[in-house]
């Protein structure tokens, strides 16, 4: 089983980017994903996550109407579009899986301990 991310790169303040995240083995179509990042320096942060069926998302207050997570279950495919970034978005960004609980506010409560497949990251690096 294999969570792949992609999408990150170098983009202005204000700019946009989507990221995208494949995953490969087994489906996740019915599972709750989420989106992490981890800047230099810092510990991991929960940024978004999104049920199974797409019914339920919950956000960070920091990305709150800037980013939107979305999926694509028959391409076994997690996004997330960011746009208004700021130099403070400068992170590296991973995707997650989780096996045991369909709430979204849930993954955000734990910081992602309980996640149970996780992803490489990729680096999203906002200049001011």
């Known amino acids: 089983v294999q969570l792949q991310a992609s999408g990150g790169g170098l983009v202005q303040a204000g700019g946009s980017l989507s990221l995208s995240c494949v995953a490969s083995?087994?489906?996740?179509?019915?599972?709750?994903m989420g989106w992490f990042r981890q800047a230099p320096g810092k510990e991991r942060e929960f940024v978004a996550a999104i049920s199974g069926s797409s019914d339920r998302t919950f956000y960070a207050g920091s990305v709150k109407g800037r980013f939107t997570i979305s999926r694509d279950n028959p391409k076994n495919t997690l996004y997330l579009q960011m746009s208004s970034l700021r130099p403070e978005d400068t992170a590296i960004y991973s995707c997650?899986?989780?096996?045991?609980?369909?709430?979204?506010?849930?993954?955000?409560?734990?910081?992602?301990?309980?996640?149970?497949?996780w992803g490489k990251g990729t680096l999203v690096t906002v200049s001011s």
């Open positions: 083995g087994r489906s996740f179509s019915r599972n709750t």
């Open positions: 997650a899986a989780d096996l045991h609980t369909t709430s979204p506010m849930s993954i955000a409560r734990t910081n992602g301990y309980a996640m149970d497949y």
